[in-house]
């Protein structure tokens, strides 16, 4: 009888490690993945849908190596095109730091931009878990707390700094993405490329900027440069255009002027480089 009690008692305990190792299982395998959270999203609009073709976020974020179980941060995500992918896939398992416009900052499409982001966290379960910080160049900014992040991505935003703040701006940028890195972390960037046999002054309203600069700012950082993409790259893109980088789409900056041509350009040629911050740093 003991025996047979014994035999009962020891199934019991296999059923139940058995149950708790489905439910870790399940538990695992809960994340959104990358091609969920880019193409079966409720979170993205139809928008930003469209431009998919344009801007390659899988083979982007691929590239950058993100995994839903990292702490990221986004800088400068505006109005959150990035963000519909980042927020559900990092939800779970990760963590997503979106570094938004300063509070100092006083322009009316600053302050609109981040407000607006702020609502949505604040009302959209899929935004939830962000945790909002700011952010500006030249300023003392914790985008999030320091040796913390796995990836500091920068989508577009360098040409800003520049225009704003010279190679000044862009370094200290790049500083404050260093301090915010794990050892080892990496920074991914991707900006309008403007042609390296262009003058510099070409980068001061235009929006397009030289690869080989922001190289030179990450470099003069601490990064490591691991490799450069041609990802997001379009070579009908000549870099030449009456109102800068906003001559074409998404903004179409003539209107209905040459609209069909530059909507046959497409979005612009970009960048796209992966930095490292080397193990051995502190």
């Known amino acids: 009888m003991k025996n047979f009690l014994a035999m009962i008692t ?11 190792s489905e439910s870790t299982d399940s538990a695992d395998t809960s994340a959104m993945s990358l091609e969920q959270a880019v193409n079966n999203n ?35 995500p505006g109005g959150g095109w990035y963000t519909e992918i980042l927020a559900p896939y990092l939800k779970d398992q990760g963590k997503l730091y979106a570094a938004h416009f300063p509070q100092s900052e006083t322009r009316e499409y600053y302050v609109n931009s981040r407000q607006a982001f702020n609502e949505r966290v ?12 700011e952010f500006a160049p030249l300023e003392n900014s914790e985008i999030a707390p320091a040796g913390s992040a796995d990836r500091v991505l920068t989508f577009r935003n360098l040409h800003n700094w520049y225009m704003n703040a010279g190679e000044d701006g862009v ?13 080892g ?11 390296e046999s262009r003058p510099n002054t070409h980068m001061d309203s235009s929006g397009y900027m030289k690869q080989s600069l922001a190289v030179r700012a990450a470099e003069a950082a601490g990064f490591e440069l691991v490799k450069a993409s041609d990802i997001n790259a379009n070579p ?47």
């Open 10 to 20: 020891l199934a019991a305990s296999v059923s139940l490690l058995a149950a708790c």
């Open 42 to 76: 409720p979170a993205r609009s139809a928008d930003n849908l469209s431009r998919d073709r344009h801007r390659h976020p899988i083979e982007t974020l691929t590239f950058f190596e993100v995994e839903p179980d990292m702490t990221v941060v986004e800088i400068w």
């Open 122 to 133: 604040a009302k959209d379960p899929a935004f939830s878990a962000i945790v909002v910080t």
């Open 171 to 183: 370094e200290a940028a790049f500083a404050t993405f260093y301090k915010a890195l794990k050892p």
């Open 185 to 195: 972390g990496i920074l991914g960037v991707v900006d309008h490329r403007l042609p």
């Open 236 to 282: 009908d893109d000549n870099a030449d255009h009456p109102r800068g980088v906003w001559t074409l789409p998404p903004t179409l900056g003539l209107g209905e002027q040459d609209r069909e041509r530059y909507q046959g350009i497409g979005e612009s040629d970009r960048f796209t480089l992966k930095f490292k911050k080397p193990e051995s740093s502190s």
